[in-house]
């Protein structure tokens, strides 16, 4: 369970960190929306899951935002909606350790195992995305 909470935290932080670095990238005259999404997505006021899909709903209902860091990353729409999958699988499981809450998953060996293999693929998808919109937000 251990193992399992240190690799949510650091699939949290890589989701953050990539929705955090397409908010530049969104037009000039959509700052306001830039400043709620930034302080929402910092913040701990607001849960990992509301985040993750809100940073997903901000990548497929603004398709040419991510065509650009899609294509550079050389990351497809399918494969993040595939990494979402698995960051929720590994926020279910993590859950564990919260007071009453239950995992739809038991946390066994095997499935643990599976979300650690997965991991170092899953994680390098966030980061090449991360560092594509980061080149796009400052306009290289």
């Given at each position: 369970?251990?193992?399992?909470?240190?690799?949510?935290?650091?699939?949290?932080?890589?989701?953050?960190?990539?929705?955090?670095?397409?908010?530049?990238?969104?037009?000039?005259?959509?700052?306001?929306?830039?400043?709620?999404?930034?302080?929402?997505?910092?913040?701990?006021?607001?849960?990992?899951?509301?985040?993750?899909?809100?940073?997903?709903?901000?990548?497929?209902?603004?398709?040419?935002?991510?065509?650009?860091?899609?294509?550079?990353?050389?990351?497809?729409?399918?494969?993040?909606?595939?990494v979402?999958?698995?960051?929720?699988?590994?926020r279910?499981?993590?859950?564990?350790?919260?007071?009453?809450?239950?995992?739809?998953i038991?946390?066994?060996?095997?499935?643990?195992?599976?979300?650690?293999?997965?991991?170092?693929?899953?994680?390098?998808?966030?980061?090449?995305?991360?560092?594509?919109?980061?080149?796009?937000?400052?306009?290289?």
């Open positions: 369970i251990a193992a399992i909470v240190m690799l949510g935290k650091a699939s949290e932080g890589t989701w953050i960190e990539f929705g955090l670095a397409l908010l530049p990238i969104l037009p000039p005259d959509e700052a306001t929306k830039r400043g709620k999404l930034q302080q929402e997505w910092s913040g701990p006021d607001v849960g990992f899951s509301k985040k993750m899909r809100d940073i997903m709903k901000l990548v497929e209902t603004r398709q040419e935002l991510f065509k650009n860091v899609g294509s550079l990353a050389n990351v497809r729409l399918d494969e993040l909606r595939m979402m999958i698995w960051s929720d699988s590994l279910d499981a993590r859950n564990v350790v919260h007071h009453k809450v239950e995992a739809s038991d946390a066994t060996l095997e499935m643990v195992s599976t979300l650690f293999l997965a991991a170092l693929s899953n994680l390098k998808i966030l980061s090449r995305l991360t560092i594509a919109a980061t080149r796009i937000g400052n306009g290289e």
